[in-house]
């Protein structure tokens, strides 16, 4: 499988962060904005319900990993963390969950949490530059404050 890239954009600010999912398809397009719906669409919940239905009949890291990001989508973050979090149970090496913990925790603007996450994705995969831009994100932010 490769690793393909969903960029979550953050409008108001034109810059952004960058989340992960495993797949064998066409990467998604990127979000609308960074702005949490009160909401979800009905194709984001059932793109929620499917990656469910997937990672309970085979619970992989890389399950988990879509799970995170159909929560992700669906602006279900703490679900999201969590279901990085059960990728990283199976696969604690796992570079790819820490960094979309990291994008989530962007979207909170819980910068800390961002900054030690995503510091722990490019600690074990120095290479993933969608962590590094992660990281520069969380770090920039906290430092104007916001």
């Known amino acids: 499988m ?16 960058w989340f992960l999912n495993r797949d064998g398809g066409n990467p998604p397009k990127p979000a609308d904005s960074g702005i949490a719906s009160v909401n979800p669409s009905p194709t984001s919940v059932a793109a929620v319900q499917q990656a469910e239905d997937q990672a309970a009949k085979n619970p992989t890291p890389g399950n988990y990993l879509n799970l995170s990001l159909a929560d992700y989508q ?47 994705a490019v600690r074990l995969k120095p290479d993933l530059q969608l962590a590094k831009n992660n990281l520069a994100w969380a770090v920039s932010e906290k430092a104007k404050g916001h």
Not at 5 to 10: D, H, Q, R, T
Not at 75 to 82: D, F, G, Q, V
């Open 74 to 120: 669906a602006k279900r973050l703490p679900e999201s963390i969590a279901a990085a979090r059960q990728a990283l149970n199976l696969q604690p090496a796992y570079a790819e969950a820490w960094n979309n913990i990291c994008a989530a925790h962007n979207d909170l603007k819980h910068w800390d949490d961002a900054i030690q996450a995503c510091q722990e």
């Open 2 to 17: 490769r690793v393909l890239v969903v960029i979550a954009v953050l409008a108001a600010a034109g810059a952004g962060y």
